[in-house]
């Protein structure tokens, strides 16, 4: 899921002293009852607000009883605000089609219209232009006034670092993020967002710290095993220990993303293909997550190679490329889909296709040290090492030296003298 961890509107401890008991009946025989539509947001609410920690079943529950909600009272603002919210979340962690995208920018719009003073119907609209490169400065200046509106809703304020994250803002993220720390009540998934700014920023050690906190409070936190676990096998090259910590994750694991990836990845780099084919089986066909973002056929296919099984290979690469394409015939401008038929194409040796596809991410990765990585990727599948080479040299920083020496992408490198010498230079620099 897209991070979280408290209830969405926070409470505050009231500063005023307890009415004398005749007022407080006054009180409660003049408050509304909830109407059933508005039951149903509550029961909504407390299935998806807890995020990462929901399970992808609290996730759907939450879109049905949405759906009812308002079905039954068409006019309750904040009835559409929780369901634009719910829409953005199955966008940025489930789901990536412009279906939910759609719909969080529709439902935001209904929800602030009918209910323009409302903090929730306030914030789903802010929050529903993240996801138009249009309209992120505008995202960013009024989720900057909502944090400024509610400073204790630690959801607002963490997903405003969630945001700035997303558009490469990773400093400034860092500031909310700590500020959504800051708020009484420790929270794993804060905590676990911090993580993932610290990782892209190269800072190792903090990231780790953020990650076994994050772990202290919620034991059974995927994808703070995930991250772990990649901090295990990407920053210190521990394979045992890695495969270890594999060994002591909660039983959900492998229905999210996150624990397939990480799971199948560590399974490659220890070269027990039949593991990482057994971690993929149950996977859905397009995994999300920050170390992989692709097709599962695509690494079930390093997995037959490691095997030396070059038609299964083949086979397991052709219906990847399928699930790519069908993919892009509704978002035909994700770089992200792009880049995975680059490498399916390089995979399966198609030249000709594949060698445009590269020149436009050679285009694209001018800044980027991640585009960059893909583009020396799909070099070294095409077998043009020493552009691979070239390419891999020009990425500033560090982090990827065990993915270079255990990842099966680049087994066709491994004899050649400028490839050694990149690796030994990046172990030095550890």
Same mark, same amino acid.
């Given at each position: 899921?897209?991070?979280?961890?408290?209830?969405?509107?926070?409470?505050?401890?009231?500063?005023?002293?307890?009415?004398?008991?005749?007022?407080?009946?006054?009180?409660?025989?003049?408050?509304?009852?909830?109407?059933?539509? *508005?039951?149903?947001?509550?029961?909504?609410?407390?299935?998806?607000?807890?995020?990462?920690?929901?399970?992808?079943?609290?996730?759907?529950?939450?879109?049905?009883?949405?759906?009812?909600?308002?079905?039954?009272?068409?006019?309750?603002?904040?009835?559409?605000?929780?369901?634009?919210?719910?829409?953005?979340?199955?966008?940025?962690?489930?789901?990536?089609?412009?279906?939910?995208?759609?719909?969080?920018?529709?439902?935001?719009?209904?929800?602030?219209?009918?209910?323009?003073?409302?903090?929730?119907?306030?914030?789903?609209?802010?929050?529903?232009?993240?996801?138009?490169?249009?309209?992120?400065?505008?995202?960013?200046?009024?989720?900057?006034?909502?944090?400024?509106?509610?400073?204790?809703?630690?959801?607002?304020?963490?997903?405003?670092?969630?945001?700035?994250?997303?558009?490469?803002?990773?400093?400034?993220?860092?500031?909310?993020?700590?500020?959504?720390?800051?708020?009484?009540?420790?929270?794993?998934?804060?905590?676990?967002?911090?993580?993932?700014?610290?990782?892209?920023?190269?800072?190792?050690?903090?990231?780790?710290?953020?990650?076994?906190?994050?772990?202290?409070?919620?034991?059974?936190?995927?994808?703070?095993?995930?991250?772990?676990?990649?901090?295990?096998?990407?920053?210190?090259?521990?394979?045992?220990?890695?495969?270890?910590?594999?060994?002591?994750?909660?039983?959900?694991?492998?229905?999210?993303?996150?624990?397939?990836?990480?799971?199948?990845?560590?399974?490659?780099?220890?070269?027990?293909?039949?593991?990482?084919?057994?971690?993929?089986?149950?996977?859905?066909?397009?995994?999300?997550?920050?170390?992989?973002?692709?097709?599962?056929?695509?690494?079930?296919?390093?997995?037959?190679?490691?095997?030396?099984?070059?038609?299964?290979?083949?086979?397991?690469? !052709?219906?990847?490329?399928?699930?790519?394409?069908?993919?892009? @015939?509704?978002?035909?401008?994700?770089?992200?889909?792009?880049?995975?038929?680059?490498?399916?194409?390089?995979?399966?040796?198609?030249?000709? @296709?594949?060698?445009?596809?590269?020149?436009?991410?050679?285009?694209?990765?001018?800044?980027?040290?991640?585009?960059?990585?893909?583009?020396? !990727?799909?070099?070294?599948?095409?077998? *043009?090492?020493?552009?691979?080479?070239?390419?891999?040299?020009?990425?500033?920083?560090?982090?990827?030296?065990?993915?270079?020496?255990?990842?099966?992408?680049?087994?066709?490198?491994?004899?050649?003298?400028?490839?050694?010498?990149?690796?030994?230079?990046?172990?030095?620099?550890?």
């Amino acid at each position: 899921m897209i991070g979280g961890g408290a209830t969405f509107i926070a409470t505050r401890p009231s500063t005023k002293q307890p009415a004398p008991p005749a007022a407080a009946a006054k009180l409660a025989a003049t408050a509304a009852p909830l109407s059933e539509a *508005r039951q149903l947001v509550a029961k909504a609410r407390a299935l998806y607000e807890p995020w990462d920690l929901a399970s992808n079943e609290d996730f759907d529950l939450a879109e049905q009883l949405l759906k009812r909600a308002t079905e039954l009272d068409p006019a309750d603002g904040e009835a559409w605000a929780a369901s634009a919210i719910l829409s953005g979340a199955f966008f940025v962690a489930r789901n990536d089609t412009e279906q939910y995208a759609a719909a969080t920018r529709s439902q935001a719009a209904r929800a602030i219209k009918l209910a323009p003073n409302s903090d929730l119907a306030r914030f789903a609209y802010a929050f529903s232009l993240r996801f138009d490169p249009k309209t992120q400065d505008e995202c960013l200046r009024l989720m900057r006034e909502e944090v400024a509106r509610q400073p204790g809703n630690r959801m607002v304020v963490r997903l405003l670092g969630r945001a700035l994250a997303g558009f490469g803002q990773l400093e400034q993220a860092l500031v909310y993020f700590d500020k959504a720390a800051a708020i009484p009540g420790r929270d794993p998934v804060t905590l676990y967002n911090r993580a993932q700014a610290l990782s892209r920023l190269g800072r190792y050690p903090e990231t780790e710290a953020a990650v076994d906190e994050a772990l202290a409070l919620a034991p059974a936190y995927s994808n703070a095993h995930a991250m772990k676990i990649s901090l295990l096998m990407d920053y210190y090259g521990d394979m045992a220990k890695a495969r270890q910590h594999l060994e002591k994750v909660p039983p959900d694991f492998y229905s999210r993303d996150a624990g397939v990836v990480t799971a199948a990845i560590t399974w490659l780099y220890s070269r027990e293909p039949l593991k990482c084919l057994e971690a993929l089986r149950p996977a859905r066909d397009y995994l999300r997550f920050s170390s992989f973002i692709g097709p599962k056929a695509y690494l079930a296919g390093l997995a037959q190679t490691i095997l030396g099984n070059a038609d299964a290979a083949r086979t397991e690469w !052709r219906t990847a490329l399928r699930v790519v394409d069908k993919l892009l @015939e509704t978002q035909p401008n994700s770089v992200a889909l792009l880049e995975n038929r680059a490498l399916l194409l390089a995979a399966l040796g198609q030249k000709d @296709e594949a060698e445009p596809l590269l020149r436009e991410l050679i285009q694209r990765a001018t800044n980027s040290n991640n585009a960059k990585f893909t583009v020396a !990727r799909v070099q070294a599948l095409l077998g *043009r090492a020493d552009e691979a080479i070239t390419t891999l040299e020009s990425i500033s920083g560090r982090g990827t030296q065990n993915h270079l020496r255990y990842h099966p992408e680049w087994d066709s490198l491994r004899d050649n003298p400028r490839f050694q010498a990149l690796l030994k230079a990046r172990e030095q620099k550890k």
